[in-house]
C-alpha cells in the first residue's frame, strides 16, 4: 500500500517546480495589478499619455514603436520609471517564472541521476532564455 | 441535443456575433481602426475589453476550450487594436491561465512533467521560430491564415472525438527510454490507473507544427494538445488535459519573450484582459454547475466560426 501512495504522489522535480510555479505567478500577478493601478491613478507619469494610446493601437508594431519613439527588446527597463513601463516588470516575471523553475529542478533531476531529464530542463530552460534575451529579432512587416 | 438544434445554435451564437458588431463603438472601431478609437474616450477601451474578456472567459470554461484561442480571433475581429498587440496579448492571456493551473496540476499528479517536458521542447522552440514568422509576414497573410485555422478549429471541436483511458498495448521504445508512464486515482471512481503512451515520435512530431501555430497567430494551443496527448500519443483524458495546460505555460512563454521583445506588449490592452479572462474564469467554473456545457459549447463553436470568417475578410478585403 506504502508503494502504491507513493507511486501516486507526485515526483519530487514536479513537487519543486510547481512550487516555485506558484510563488512566481502569485508574485508577478500581484505585480502586474499594483503596476496597473500605479498607470492608471498617474502615480507615476505614463511616457505616452493615457488618452494618446488608441491613436497608436491600430499601426503595425514597427510603426508604432517609430511614431512613439520607442525602441524594442529590453529598452523598457530603462524606462521602468513611467507608469506604462513599470507594468513590463510584472509581465517579464510572469514570462520568466517557467525559466526559474527549470533551472532549479536540474541539480534535482542530476542527484537521482536522471542525467537525460537534467539534460532537458537545462536546454529548455537555454531555448526560452535565448527568446526571452531578445537576441533573436524578427523581421518587420 | 438533437441534429437540427446544433446548426440553429451555431446560427443563433453568429447572430449574437452580429448583436456585437453592430454596438456602434465596437463596428465603427473595427471599421476604421485609428481614427475612430481615437474619438472615444480612452478609458472605454479598457473597460470594454475587461467586460468582453470576462464574458469569454466564462464561456472558455464553459465550452471547454482556452482563453487564448478565443481572444485573438474574437479582439482582433472587432477591436481597434492592430493583430501584433492582440497577438502578444493573446499569448500572454493563455500564459496567466495556464500558470495559475499549473501549480495545482503538477501537485495532484495530473500534469505529467515527464510527458510535459520533450514535448515542450519542440513546442517552444517551434513556438519561437512560429512567432518570428507570424511578426515577418505582411498582416494580411496572418490574417488570413488565421481565420482558415480558427475555421479548422471549428471543425476539429465538430469531430473529434475524446477517449477517457485509451488503449494502449504496450509502450513503445521512445516512450519506454524516456520514462513516460505513471500512475493516477480516478476520483470519481477511485480506480487506480496506470497509464503509458505510445506513437511517441509521430506525437512530438506533430508538435513542431503546433508550436509554429500557437507562436505564429498568439493562440493558445490546448485544442491541438488535447487530441494528439490523448488520441494520438495514448495517454488518459485527464492526464491529456492537464498536461496540455501545464505545456501551455511553457510554450507561450517562449512565443511571448518574442512579441514582448518586439514591442508588441500595451499595457492598457493586456492587463485587462488578463484580469477580464481570470475573472471570468473564475466565475464560469462556479457555473459549471448550473449551464449546460454542451449548449454553451455549440455557442463558442459558432463564436469561433463566425471571428474565424471576420479575421478572413479582414485578412482578404482589408
Redesign the interface.
Known sequence: MDE?EK?????P???L???I??K??LF??IL??VT?VI?LTGLLKPYIP????????????DK??DHCQ?????AWLGMVGYG?FI??IG??L??????ICFLAIVPVLWRQN?K??AL??L??AV??G???S?I?????? | MTRSAKPALIVGACLLAFLLMDHPVLAEAAGTAGQTSSQYPWWLWPVLLLVVTFVMGVAAVLGGVGGGVLFVPIISGFFPFHLDFVRGAGLLVALAGALAAGPGLLKMNLASLRLAMPVALIASTFSIVGAMIGLALPTKYVQIALGVTILGICALMLTAKKSELPDVPRADRLSSVLGIYGVYQEATTGQIIDWKIHRTWQGLLLFVAIGIMAGMFGLGAGWANVPVLNLLMGAPLKISVATSKFLLSITDTSAAWIYMNNGCVIPLIVVPSLVGIMLGSFVGVRLLKVAKPTLVRWVVIGMLAFAGLKALQKGIFG
Open positions: 502504491l507511486s501516486l504522489q507526485a515526483r522535480e514536479q513537487i517546480y510547481a512550487n510555479l506558484e512566481g505567478m508577478g500577478l502586474v495589478l496597473y498607470y493615457l488618452q494618446e494610446v488608441p491613436g497608436c493601437w491600430h499601426m503595425s508594431v508604432y514603436l520607442m525602441h524594442a527588446g529590453w506604462d507594468n513590463f509581465i517579464a510572469l514570462a520568466g517564472v517557467t525559466v536522471d537525460l531529464y532537458f530542463a536546454l529548455e531555448i526560452l535565448v527568446a526571452a531578445g533573436l529579432g524578427a523581421g518587420g512587416h
